[in-house]
């Protein structure tokens, strides 16, 4: 199995597509892992080689002792193009992995080509929710806030039509690292980039969820309004909007990255 060697950590990561593509990084959400982007692999990979990554604390990747931070999620992935030999790459993020890559696209705007930043905000929650949670996942455990979680991630209607894909998300939930995932909870608990905005550098695309109660459409106008020349699309779905909108959320972030814009 192919793993990066950092410094305090191995990344577990993947390549599909061929190796004279352009690379794309794609970066997972909390509670998930490089698979969270399986419906993505085909139709991207006909026009980028595709890295898929497990972020630290999850899958397997090293869970290294918490609380994580942004700044240290977003070091691994410079860390991960350096052992990859890989100059500057597409990358597209969702939920707590798009808040690393707001801190990539203003302090290593030079690694990156375009960033597609999905289902996420400058700031998510509140310090006494996100404490109350991590404090319920040491004690009990993930299965204690894996329903919950998944009624956010997935649409009502979406979860009753699609029981294999929800299944599959709700078992990659489950199954995560308590104290990993715990670690990285703290990383979204203290992430607050609104005033930092505009300090990143790179041709950005916005994917909000029309339905998405956790960041909402107006978090992502929040984001578009703020970061320089952002384009914003909004797709039918909630917070996974790559799973439950996978076939829209395809066409619009490859057609941005692939420098045909988006739309809506």
């Given at each position: 199995?192919?793993?990066?060697?950092?410094?305090d950590?191995?990344?577990?990561?993947?390549?599909?597509?061929?190796?004279?593509?352009?690379?794309?990084v794609?970066?997972n959400?909390?509670?998930?892992?490089?698979?969270?982007?399986d419906?993505?692999?085909?139709?991207?990979?006909q026009?980028?080689?595709?890295?898929?990554?497990?972020?630290?604390?999850?899958?397997q990747?090293?869970v290294?002792?918490?609380?994580y931070?942004?700044?240290?999620?977003?070091?691994?992935?410079?860390h991960?193009l350096?052992?990859?030999?890989?100059?500057?790459v597409?990358?597209?993020?969702?939920?707590?992995?798009?808040?690393?890559?707001?801190?990539?696209?203003?302090?290593?705007?030079n690694?990156f080509?375009?960033?597609?930043?999905?289902n996420?905000?400058?700031?998510?929650?509140?310090?006494?929710?996100?404490n109350?949670?991590?404090?319920?996942?040491?004690?009990?455990?993930?299965?204690?806030?894996?329903?919950?979680?998944?009624?956010?991630?997935?649409?009502?209607g979406?979860?009753?039509?699609h029981p294999?894909?929800?299944?599959?998300?709700?078992?990659?939930?489950?199954?995560a690292?308590?104290?990993?995932?715990?670690?990285?909870?703290?990383?979204?608990r203290?992430?607050?980039y609104?005033?930092?905005?505009s300090q990143?550098?790179v041709?950005?695309?916005?994917?909000?969820?029309?339905?998405?109660?956790?960041?909402?459409?107006a978090?992502?106008?929040?984001?578009?309004?703020?970061?320089?020349?952002a384009?914003?699309?909004e797709?039918?779905?909630?917070?996974?909007?790559?799973?439950?909108?996978?076939?829209?959320?395809?066409r619009?972030?490859?057609?941005?990255?692939?420098?045909?814009?988006?739309?809506?």
């Open positions: 199995m192919p793993f990066a060697e950092l410094k950590a191995r990344l577990f990561y993947q390549w599909d597509g061929s190796e004279s593509a352009p690379a794309l794609f970066c959400s909390l509670g998930t892992t490089h698979r969270m982007w419906a993505q692999v085909g139709a991207f990979s026009h980028f080689r595709v890295l898929r990554y497990d972020s630290r604390g999850h899958g990747s090293s290294t002792p918490g609380p931070s942004i700044v240290q999620l977003a070091n691994d992935v410079v991960l350096d052992a990859l030999k890989l100059d500057r597409y990358f597209c993020g969702l939920s707590l992995g798009a808040m690393t890559g707001m801190y990539l696209g203003s302090q290593a705007a690694r080509h375009k960033m597609a930043l999905c996420t905000a400058a700031k998510i929650g509140n310090v006494d929710a996100w109350t949670r991590i404090a319920t996942v040491e004690k009990e455990g993930m299965k204690a806030v894996a329903g919950s979680v998944i009624e956010r991630w997935l649409t009502t979406y979860r009753g039509t294999k894909e929800t299944g599959e998300m709700l078992g990659m939930l489950q199954n690292n308590c104290k990993g995932y715990a670690a990285s909870c703290a990383a979204v203290d992430m607050d609104r005033e930092k905005l990143i550098r041709p950005t695309l916005i994917v909000a969820g029309t339905h998405d109660p956790v960041t909402t459409p978090d992502g106008h929040f984001l578009q309004e703020r970061i320089p020349g384009q914003y699309t797709l039918s779905a909630a917070h996974i909007s790559n799973v439950e909108a996978c076939f829209d959320f395809n619009e972030v490859l057609g941005f990255l692939r420098g045909m814009g988006a739309h809506g």
